[in-house]
């Protein structure tokens, strides 16, 4: 019998219910990052969006875009989202309701630019150049950057280069699924669709071979047959979810609001795990460029109203919620957090407000 209870110790499995098993993730998945309470997150193909929702999109989620009629925003999200997504080799549904031809959309992603560790290697040797060359020998030769995957295997997320498209060896392969919603009568066709997808993705207490994305541009388009169905497609995105969460993808879909009734449009929105919003700066706005530094070279404004709490019920608080779209160089998609213009000339921090120590608004000899 001892012998019997010493063979059954040596092959249980020394699991505890305080310990997450680290074991179910394997290190060959260049696109997903590990999270807190045994949570995974994919990138969003933008560095500044991961690192404000704490890391990425949740693996297993429903991430919802609100679109703005004046100007396609939510594209650059979009294709940074599915750029990301082909450069690690995951497979990928595509459904748009734009154009009967959407493999044509996939010419249009951008490709990957320098990464932000080439930038800073760059300046470094820039900086070892204008060291003199009899004190070079004490910094020694500059090393590589420990976070360079020396294997040839892409970062967990890139800078893209919006002028630049994606090489098509990304999209010509067998692990990308295009589909046209165009004159669509209803969501059957689409759902089979998503639904076969994301068997091929689910997820099981073994390894994670491949994860998926499903993005799915202009959901209720006036295009389709089944856009005045607000019953239809709320049925369907609630399957869609559910199918989502028991599988290793993520999915985005973009929707405008404005084409709905405003009872469907806040269903839509409190269904979704993840939700963002964006919205156009007008060219001349005089009272927001007031309010605003670096007012001229904003092109939107991104919201996070909702954050994806999975495997906890602790609630995600951001230390904003409303932030600049820009394009550094024309060419990167960068988020920054808004800064209040100084009042009257003034300097100092934007979030600071001016007070003395006597109550009144007028300057004292006692205020400071």
């Known amino acids: 019998m001892l012998c019997l209870y010493a063979e059954m110790a040596t092959t249980r499995a020394r699991v505890s219910s305080f310990s997450r098993n680290l074991s179910t993730v394997t290190p060959q998945n260049p ?11 994919m990138s969003s193909g933008i560095p500044d969006l991961d690192k404000i ?80 060359w009899q004190y070079k020998k004490y910094f020694g030769e ?76 202009s959901f209720c388009s006036p295009q389709c047959k089944y856009s005045n169905m607000e019953w239809h497609m709320l049925s369907f995105i609630k399957s869609l979810k559910g199918m989502v969460r028991s599988s290793n993808a993520v999915v985005v879909v973009t929707f405008p609001p404005s084409l709905l009734s405003p009872s469907c449009s806040k269903r839509l929105q409190h269904m979704a795990d993840t939700l963002l919003s964006v919205k156009a700066i007008p060219d001349e706005d005089k009272e927001l460029a007031k309010l605003l530094t670096g007012y001229q070279d904003m092109i939107g404004l991104l919201s996070v109203q909702k954050v994806a709490r999975l495997n906890t ?36 921090n934007s979030y600071g407000t001016s007070s003395g120590c006597s109550g009144s608004t007028t300057a004292g000899p006692l205020d400071f």
């Open 142 to 217: 500059p090393q590589l950057n420990a976070n360079t995957n020396n294997d040839g295997q892409h970062d967990y997320c890139n800078d893209f280069d919006l002028r630049k498209p994606l090489d098509r060896q990304f999209f010509s392969g067998m692990n990308v699924d295009c589909v046209s919603i165009h004159d669509s009568p209803n969501l059957a066709a689409l759902q089979d669709r998503c639904a076969g997808f994301l068997a091929q993705v689910s997820r099981n207490e073994g390894s994670i071979s491949s994860a998926g994305r499903i993005a799915i541009q």
């Open 313 to 348: 019920q602790v609630p995600v608080i951001l230390e904003a919620t409303t932030f600049s779209i820009k394009l550094q160089k024309r060419r990167f998609l960068v988020l920054e957090c808004l800064n209040q213009a100084p009042v009257d000339g003034s300097s100092g």
């Open 53 to 132: 929702l704490g890391g990425g999109f949740s693996l297993g989620s429903l991430v919802m875009v609100v679109e703005d009629v004046e100007a396609p925003h939510h594209m650059l999200l979009l294709r940074n989202f599915m750029s990301q997504g082909l450069v690690h080799r995951q497979p990928l549904l595509y459904a748009s309701a734009a154009s009967r031809d959407p493999k044509g959309f996939l010419g249009t992603l951008p490709s990957p630019g320098s990464s932000k560790e080439d930038k800073s290697r760059e300046v470094s040797n820039e900086k070892d150049l204008r060291i003199a």
């Open 31 to 41: 696109g997903l990052k590990h999270g807190p309470n045994g949570t995974m997150f």
